[in-house]
């Protein structure tokens, strides 16, 4: 992999550090997208629009909504599907974690209620947040201290599951709101059902680290890694073994995640740290990655929910990327 990526598509400026950047990947009721993009003590929300949505925007239109102070750096964040704009009072509500080992609740009407519940219970780093997609009244959350939990919007927790491992990534059906995908780090992503609190399905990518783990909403047999340096696809219909694997990054890969639109597209990104990161976007069925992004230090990987375009956070700023499909 000697390319070394082209620029961005677009860009946003901020005022300070990037580390997470979230799409909202629901239907807010308006035409913009929801995003939101967090670094030290504070998240803004926002929303976009893109040239290729509307011939009247040059590149893309970024309008902040509200910037939420925050009492620690936030390390990931995850929208609710109850966040509205198209009625009065508009609702906007996500969740993040921090250092502090603490999930928190947002909530806001825009005006003037705003309200942040905290929720405690994890022993280590959480890694990883999730929603449930359907109503948004569950979250659930992994982390470095093996455990998975799922919380309703009281902050009580209300199952806990023991990993072998800490938790990397975690996943909610988007249609069956009682099954829920965890991934570990060494190497197993395992299905669980949260009616009988029982594993259903487990999946081993047969290396370690596995970084990042994402559930392919828009085809539901489809989960994606990255592990090592690799990526990894699986069939969960055939085999608890990969279907496809191939080498991504030059050194260990970090964040693994399906397009919202396309079954068959997917992004990877190395590790953060070096002087530049590498984003890939890889379609199945192609020997190469489609697109080669290159960014100082990207923090953070989402995908638009209707549009080929992912984004990632940086030095005082966010990059989009458009894939032609």
């Known amino acids: 992999m000697e ?12 005022d300070d550090y990037v580390h997470v950047v979230e799409f909202s990947p629901f239907d807010s009721g308006s035409a913009a997208s929801l995003l939101a993009y967090g670094g030290n003590q504070y998240v803004v929300v926002g929303t976009c ?12 239109e970024f309008t902040t909504l509200r910037i939420f102070h925050h009492a620690l750096r936030v390390d990931c964040l995850a929208w609710s599907p109850e966040s509205r704009l198209d009625k009065l009072p508009q609702l906007i ?3 993040t974690a921090a250092a502090d080992r603490k999930v928190r609740l947002l909530t806001s009407d825009l005006q003037n209620q705003h309200e942040v519940k905290v929720m405690e219970g994890h022993t280590s780093y959480i890694n990883h947040l999730v929603f449930e997609p359907t109503e948004g009244k569950q979250m659930a959350s992994v982390s470095d201290d093996h455990t998975c939990r ?5 902050g009580n927790e209300t199952t806990t599951f023991r990993l072998r491992s800490p938790g990397v990534s975690v996943c909610w059906h988007p249609e069956d709101a009682f099954k829920l995908m965890v991934a570990e780090k060494k190497g197993t992503i395992r299905f669980y059902d949260l009616v009988t609190q029982q594993a259903i399905l487990s999946l081993d990518c047969g290396q370690s680290p596995l970084m990042s783990a994402d559930w392919c909403l828009t085809n539901t047999i489809k989960v994606g890694a990255v592990a090592g340096s690799d990526w990894v696809i699986w069939d969960i219909t055939r085999s608890s073994y990969p279907q ?8 260990r890969a970090g964040n693994f995640r399906w397009s919202r639109v396309n079954e068959n597209l997917f992004s ?3 590790c953060p740290g070096k002087i530049s990161s590498q984003l890939l976007v890889h379609h199945l069925g192609h020997p190469q990655p489609v697109m080669i992004g290159s960014a100082t230090v990207g923090a953070g990987l989402s995908w638009h929910r209707s549009l080929p375009l992912c ?10 990327w458009m894939t032609e499909m």
């Open 3 to 14: 390319d070394s990526g082209r620029g961005a598509s677009y860009t946003v400026p901020c």
């Open 49 to 60: 629009r893109f040239q290729e949505e509307d011939m009247e925007v040059e590149g893309v």
């Open 93 to 95: 509500r996500f969740c």
């Open 150 to 154: 799922v919380w309703d919007l009281e």
């Open 244 to 251: 496809e694997k191939r080498p991504a990054h030059v050194e």
């Open 268 to 270: 990877t990104t190395g």
């Open 311 to 320: 984004v990632i956070g940086g030095d005082r700023k966010l990059s989009f």
